[in-house]
T-cell receptor, first 112, second 115 residues
Framework: ELKVEQNPLFLSMQEGKNYTIYCNYSTTSDRLYWYRQDPGKSLESLFVLLSNGAVKQEGRLMASLDTKARLSTLHITAAVHDLSATYFCAVDIRQGAQKLVFGQGTRLTINP | SAVISQKPSRDICQRGTSLTIQCQVDSQVTMMFWYRQQPGQSLTLIATANQGSEATYESGFVIDKFPISRPNLTFSTLTVSNMSPEDSSIYLC????????????FGPGTRLTVL
C-alpha cells in the first residue's frame, strides 16, 4: 500500500523566515502535485511536478521532485502571513486506475 | 482548469437519513472523483466515477453506503446513506480534465454534520 508522509505536520514560523516542507512516498511515481487549503475552503492546485528533477516556483514558494529518493519538497522563502494554510502533497498512482494519494497535510501558521 | 460547484454547501442531518450531494462541472470531463475529508484530516478517495461505467470504490467504501450516479460528462451525485455521526465530514468532488497527467481540480466541498 502506498504511503505518503509529510513532515512536519504542524509548522509555526515567523514572517521573513525560510522553511521547507517534506513529502516522502513509498512507491515509484514520477508525478506529484502540491495543493493549498485555506480554513473552511477547498483545495487549490499549486504545483504540478511531472519528472525527476522538476522544479517549479511561484512567488515565495518553490517545489521540487526527486523521484529516485521518492521525495518532494516545498520551500517557503521569506514567509508572509498570507501563506498561512494547510499544504498537501499528492502522489499520482498510474498503475491500473489513475488516482491520487494524499499526504496528511502540513498546517502552516506564519506569525507577524 | 475547470469550474466546479457542489450542492448543498453544508447540511445538518439526523442519524439514519440519507443525503445526496451534487457536483456540476462547467466542461465535459471523463473522470470525476469523490473524496471524504474528516475534521482536521487529509483527503481519502471514496470512489472514481466515470461516465458510462459503474463507479470504482476504494477499500473501505461500499456502494450500498455511498451510491454514486454519473449520468453525463458534467454531473455526478454521491449519496451518503443511513447516516451516523461518524459520517460527519467534508465531501469533495474533483475532476481530471482531458490531458496526459492526473492534476485534479476540486469543488468547494459539502460540509455534513450528522446528529
Amino acid at each position: 500500500e502506498l504511503k505518503v508522509e509529510q513532515n512536519p505536520l504542524f509548522l509555526s514560523m515567523q514572517e521573513g523566515k525560510n522553511y521547507t516542507i517534506y513529502c516522502n512516498y513509498s512507491t515509484t511515481s514520477d508525478r506529484l502535485y502540491w495543493y493549498r487549503q485555506d480554513p473552511g475552503k477547498s483545495l487549490e492546485s499549486l504545483f504540478v511536478l511531472l519528472s525527476n528533477g522538476a522544479v517549479k516556483q511561484e512567488g515565495r514558494l518553490m517545489a521540487s521532485l526527486d523521484t529516485k529518493a521518492r521525495l518532494s519538497t516545498l520551500h517557503i522563502t521569506a514567509a508572509v502571513h498570507d501563506l498561512s494554510a494547510t499544504y498537501f502533497c499528492a502522489v499520482d498512482i498510474r498503475q491500473g486506475a489513475q488516482k491520487l494519494v494524499f499526504g496528511q497535510g502540513t498546517r502552516l501558521t506564519i506569525n507577524p | 482548469s475547470a469550474v466546479i460547484s457542489q450542492k448543498p454547501s453544508r447540511d445538518i442531518c439526523q442519524r439514519g437519513t440519507s443525503l445526496t450531494i451534487q457536483c456540476q462541472v462547467d466542461s465535459q470531463v471523463t473522470m470525476m472523483f469523490w473524496y471524504r475529508q474528516q475534521p482536521g484530516q487529509s483527503l481519502t478517495l471514496i470512489a472514481t466515477a466515470n461516465q458510462g461505467s459503474e463507479a470504482t470504490y476504494e477499500s473501505g467504501f461500499v456502494i450500498d453506503k455511498f451510491p454514486i450516479s454519473r449520468p453525463n460528462l458534467t454531473f455526478s451525485t454521491l449519496t451518503v446513506s443511513n447516516m451516523s455521526p461518524e459520517d460527519s465530514s467534508i465531501y469533495l468532488c474533483s475532476v481530471k480534465p482531458p490531458g496526459s497527467y492526473n492534476e485534479q481540480f476540486f469543488g468547494p466541498g459539502t460540509r455534513l454534520t450528522v446528529l
